[in-house]
């Protein structure tokens, strides 16, 4: 049975209303009321064949402020791919050492990384970190020489995504103590990272259906066809903005005064017109006296 602040959560919420997803953030964020600081969850379930090997939908996203967790990351490599790990700030570094503590059962650590040359050893763990999620992946930009800027992105917030079985991706936005504008952002650059991941082959609808919650808290369904709205109109106001910059009186102007303006500016044309008009027939006038 569902806890007393569920059920008090849930009484806020509308079951069957799709909210835009900035109403759903602040409804989902009130929702948190456990003793520690919940997760933000998200689960987007999407029109694609989970089956079909051209419509798997897999990749990663650097978060602009991060999942709230603090990551623990290991790096497979070694030599002076090892020092640059270090370096980077990974937390376990270790080559075929490293694969052997696995193998005993050692997985103290929620991330990996390794080098192209260390993949024919690590696929000897496959079985162990595939599971867990924790396999390096090319895709999910960790499986590569970069190793610094690999360990780096994932410590700032980097986070994968790929969908399970169902069609659905699960993932994370931060936590309950950000502010409703940080989760948002979050939320619009996983979901604008997933839209630029359709595979080709998809067609109609490619988000079924969206929905976000803390931890401990009731779902919140987001309305699919308006879920970047918010990013739309922040597109929109930037354009706006800069549009302003550029021609400065022109975000001065209401539609009467620039209706004003333009009256201005076409009578001074006609009078300028008409001192033409003047000057030619005064010349005219003037040779035919000389002749």
Not at 96 to 115: C, M, N, P, R, Y
Request: net charge positive; hydrophobic share 30%; no cysteine.
């Amino acid at each position: 049975m569902a806890g007393k602040n569920y059920q008090e959560s849930a009484k806020t919420i509308e079951p069957e209303r799709q909210y835009l997803p900035d109403e759903a953030i602040g409804l989902v964020k009130s929702s948190a009321k456990a003793k520690f600081d919940e997760t933000i969850e998200i689960h987007l379930r999407l029109g694609v064949d989970s089956t079909n090997a051209e419509q798997q939908v897999r990749g990663s996203v650097n978060l602009p402020h991060g999942t709230g967790k603090s990551l623990k990351v290991a790096v497979f490599t070694k030599g002076e791919k090892a020092k640059e790990a270090k370096d980077a700030g990974a937390d376990i570094i270790g080559a075929e050492d490293l694969i052997e503590k696995i193998q005993k059962g050692q997985l103290d650590f929620d991330k990996a990384v390794a080098t192209p040359d260390m993949m024919a050893d690590v696929g000897k763990i496959g079985k162990v970190l595939g599971p867990r999620g924790l396999m390096p992946n090319p895709k999910a930009g960790t499986v590569t020489m970069d190793v610094g800027k690999a360990v780096k992105d994932l410590k700032k917030g980097k986070t994968e995504y790929r969908i399970d079985k169902y069609g659905i991706i699960h993932s994370i936005i931060g936590k309950a103590s950000f502010d409703q504008k940080k989760l948002l952002e979050n939320y619009l650059a996983l979901v604008d990272e997933i839209q630029r991941a359709k595979p080709a082959s998809v067609k109609g609808r490619y988000f079924r259906s969206i929905s976000i919650s803390a931890t401990m808290g009731p779902p919140v369904k987001i309305d699919t066809l308006k879920l970047l709205e918010e990013k739309g109109k922040k597109k929109e106001k930037e354009k706006k903005e800069q549009t302003k910059r550029q021609t400065p009186d022109a975000g001065l102007l209401t539609p009467e005064k620039r209706k004003k303006e333009q009256e201005k500016e076409q009578t001074g044309k006609k009078k300028e017109q008409t001192k033409e008009n003047k000057e030619d027939k005064a010349k005219k006038e003037t040779k035919k006296e000389d002749a």
